[in-house]
RNA sequence: GCCCCCGUAGCUCAAUUGGACAGAGCGUCGGCCUUCUAAGCCGAAUGUUGCAGGUUCGAGCCCUGCCGGGGGCACCA
C-alpha cells in the first residue's frame, strides 16, 4: 500500500501528541479537533506547519505559544522529519530532514510511473466525469474544449487518486436540434443541386453542413432529393460525432462511455422519470404543460418538464439521465458546464433529490469562457453567423500540448485568454516550452551519456548525499509536493492547480540545471553520478505531471 | 428585477479552503553565452486585495450592504 501523505501522518502525529500531554497533565482536558498541516508559504516557516494551537487557546485557556510547546514536547516524530519547533504567535513548524530529502530520488524512482499517486478513492471507489456533451451539430467549439481539457485532467488526475473513473460524453441526439440539423443539410442538398430551398435564420449556418451536403451527393447524386429530413439528420448526426470524437482524440481525450439521450427515450426512462416524480408529488398540470416544483428546493419559479405539444423539455432526460446515474452508484459524479448552463445546472440536481437521492455526490463545476487573441487582440467569433473556431483549426495551428495547457492555466472561474502567438512561441515566455523544455533538457543529458559509451545504470548505487546544492534541494521538496497537488485537485476539483506546479517545478528546475553540472569535466566523479541520478529523477518527474495533463513529454524540441 | 462568476502589482492571473511578511508570469530597468546549458539564468522596482461595516486570536478568503465588469434568466439545449 502506498504511504499516507506526510500531512495526515503528522496530523496524526500531533493529535497524538495533544493526547499524551493531556494524559501527562501538561495539558487540560479538552475534545481534540482535525488538525489542519498544511505546508507554509514562507520556506522559512519549514515545510509543514499547523496552528492547531492557535485554535486550542480557548478550549485549553492557555497561551497558544505554550500549547505549541507542549505538543513539540510530547510528539513522535516521523523518520522524515528532522526538526519540530513552536513558534510565536503559536505555530509549530516542520521541517524535513536533509538527508531523508536527499533520498528522494531513490523513493521517486523505485515504483516506475507511480509517483503521485495517493489514495483517496482507495481503490474501490467510483467516479464519473462528465463533459463536453455537445449536441452532434457541428465542430467541436472552444468553449466545448475547455470543458473537455478540464474534464479529462480531472480523470486522469482522479485516477491516479485511487478512483475507478468513468469519462462520459451525454450525447444529445434527440429532440429539435437535430431535427434542425437535417433541415439544415436537406436545404444545402437541394441547393447544391441548383433546386430551390432557403436556409431559414434557426438553421445551422456554417460551412460544414454545405461539405456534408456535397458528401451526400458525391455518394448519392440527386437519389435523396425526396428522402425525409430524417434521412439527412441521421447522417449528419453520425458523421459531425464521428468527427468530434476524432478531433477530441487529437488532443488527448478519449470517452469511455457516450451516453445517448435517445436511449433513455427507448427505454423509457424518460417517462419512467416523469412518473417517479409524479408519485413523489413534484408534478402538476398548468395551460396543458406538466411542471416540476422546483419552488419546493429553493427554485424561483417552477419549470415545465413536458410541453403542452407533449414533448419533454431537455430538462427531464437531464434528470432521467442524473437518476441513472445516481443508479449506477457512482461515489463521485462530476458534471462540467460552460458558461451557458450556469442556471440549468441547479435544476438538475433539484430533480436528482426530489427522487430520493441525496445531490451530494454531484460536484457540478462551472467554468467560464475562452477568447482568442491574436497580435494583442481579441478574436471575434459567432456561432451563429458560423464564424468561430473549431478545435481541429486550434490543433492544427498550434498543437495539442498547448491546448492541454492553456485550457488549464486559469482556474475554471476565470475566462481564458488564449494568446495564439504566445502558444507556439519557443522561448521561456511560452509556458509549455518552458515546462517541456526541462524534461528536453533532462533527456539531453542521458543522450550524451549514452553517446559516450557510458553505462545506463551508472547512476543507481550515487551517494545521495552528495545532492547538497540548495536548487537541488529546492527542486525535491516542490517534487514531494505532487502527491499533495493531487490530492487538493480530486477533492477540489481544480485542476489548474496542476498547470501552476508544473510551471513551479520548472522554475525550479532550470535554476538547478543552470548550477548543477554533471558532464562538465570538472565534476568529480561521485557526484557525477549523484547528480545524474537527481536528473533521472527530475525527467521521470516531469514525464509524470506532463502525463497527469494529458501533454507530451519530448526530448528534443 | 432575479441568479451565477469576477474585481488582488501597469497588464493577465495565483494564493494550500480562515493562518505567519499577499505571490507568479508578462511588461519595465540592469546584468550573464570560449561552459552537458540563452528554447536558459541572476538581480531591481511595483499593493489601502473595488468601497463601507460585521464575525474572531487571525479575513484576499466567511456574513451584510453598496459600486463596477462579464454571463445567464424559454413550453430551445
Known amino acids: 500500500m502506498r504511504p499516507m501523505l506526510h500531512h495526515h501522518e503528522l496530523s496524526a502525529a500531533v493529535r497524538a501528541a495533544i493526547s499524551a500531554a493531556q494524559a501527562a497533565g501538561t495539558l487540560p482536558s479538552f475534545d481534540i479537533p482535525d488538525v489542519l498541516v498544511e505546508r507554509p508559504r514562507e520556506t522559512t516557516h519549514g515545510d509543514y506547519a499547523t496552528a492547531v494551537a492557535l485554535q486550542l487557546a480557548r478550549p485549553a485557556r492557555m497561551a497558544p505559544l505554550k500549547i505549541a510547546e507542549a505538543i513539540v514536547g510530547h510528539i513522535a516524530l516521523p523518520d522524515y522529519i528532522g526538526e519540530t519547533t513552536a513558534v510565536a504567535p503559536g505555530f509549530i513548524n516542520f521541517r524535513l530532514s536533509k538527508v531523508w530529502l536527499q533520498s528522494l530520488p531513490d523513493r521517486i ?293 498547448a491546448i492541454r495547457y492553456f485550457m488549464i492555466s486559469r482556474s475554471a472561474n476565470s475566462p481564458v485568454d488564449f494568446d495564439l502567438d504566445l502558444a507556439v512561441e519557443q522561448s521561456d515566455k511560452n509556458p509549455v516550452y518552458y515546462i517541456q523544455n526541462a524534461h528536453v533538457r533532462c533527456a539531453g543529458i542521458f543522450r550524451k551519456w549514452a553517446e559516450a559509451g557510458l553505462p545506463e545504470d551508472a547512476d543507481e548505487d550515487a551517494d545521495l548525499r552528495l545532492l547538497t546544492h540548495e536548487r537541488e534541494l529546492a527542486f525535491l521538496r516542490k517534487a514531494l509536493e505532487l502527491g499533495d497537488v493531487m490530492e487538493m485537485i480530486a477533492t477540489t476539483c481544480e485542476p489548474h492547480r496542476l498547470a501552476f506546479y508544473a510551471y513551479d517545478l520548472a522554475a525550479l528546475f532550470h535554476p538547478a540545471y543552470e548550477e548543477c553540472r554533471v558532464l562538465h569535466s570538472d565534476v568529480p566523479e561521485p557526484l557525477r553520478l549523484a547528480r545524474l541520478r537527481f536528473y533521472r529523477t527530475a525527467r521521470a518527474v516531469f514525464a509524470r505531471v506532463l502525463e497527469l495533463m494529458g501533454m507530451s513529454a519530448p526530448d528534443v524540441m
Open 109 to 401: 524512482l523505485a515504483p516506475a510511473g507511480d509517483f503521485g499517486r495517493v489514495d483517496l478513492g482507495q481503490g474501490h471507489k467510483k467516479a464519473q466525469v462528465e463533459c463536453v456533451s455537445a449536441n452532434p451539430t457541428g465542430p467541436i467549439t472552444l468553449g466545448r474544449t475547455r470543458g473537455g481539457v478540464i474534464g479529462d485532467t480531472l480523470h486522469r488526475v482522479l485516477e491516479a487518486a485511487g478512483y475507478d473513473v468513468t469519462l462520459e460524453y451525454y450525447y444529445n441526439d434527440a429532440g429539435r436540434q437535430i431535427t434542425l440539423l437535417g433541415e439544415s443539410v436537406k436545404v444545402r442538398y437541394l441547393q447544391e443541386l441548383g433546386q430551390p430551398a432557403e436556409l431559414l435564420d434557426e438553421y445551422y449556418q456554417g460551412d460544414y453542413i454545405i461539405d456534408l451536403a456535397k458528401d451526400l451527393i458525391a455518394a448519392n447524386g440527386d437519389a435523396l432529393v425526396e428522402m425525409p429530413t430524417d434521412t439527412f439528420a441521421e447522417y449528419a448526426r453520425e458523421r459531425i460525432s464521428l468527427q468530434q470524437k476524432e478531433t477530441l482524440a487529437r488532443i488527448g481525450i478519449v470517452f469511455d462511455v457516450y451516453f445517448r439521450e435517445q436511449s433513455l427515450y427507448e427505454t423509457g426512462a424518460v417517462w419512467k422519470t416523469l412518473e417517479e416524480l409524479r408519485k413523489r408529488g413534484y408534478i402538476y398540470e398548468k395551460d396543458g404543460a406538466q411542471w416540476f416544483r422546483t419552488t419546493g428546493f429553493g427554485d424561483d419559479k417552477d419549470r415545465v418538464v413536458v410541453k403542452a405539444d407533449g414533448e419533454p423539455t431537455y430538462r427531464l432526460p437531464d434528470i432521467a439521465y442524473h437518476w441513472d446515474k445516481a443508479q449506477r452508484g457512482f461515489d463521485l459524479v462530476v458534471d462540467i458546464f460552460g458558461p451557458d448552463h450556469h442556471a440549468t445546472a441547479p435544476q438538475v440536481l433539484m430533480g436528482v433529490r426530489a427522487l430520493g437521492y441525496s445531490s451530494d455526490f454531484v460536484h457540478t463545476l462551472l467554468h467560464q469562457i475562452v477568447n482568442l487573441v491574436r497580435g494583442g487582440n481579441q478574436v471575434k467569433m459567432s456561432t451563429r453567423r458560423g464564424l468561430f473556431v473549431t478545435l481541429d483549426e486550434l490543433v492544427d495551428e498550434v498543437g495539442a500540448d
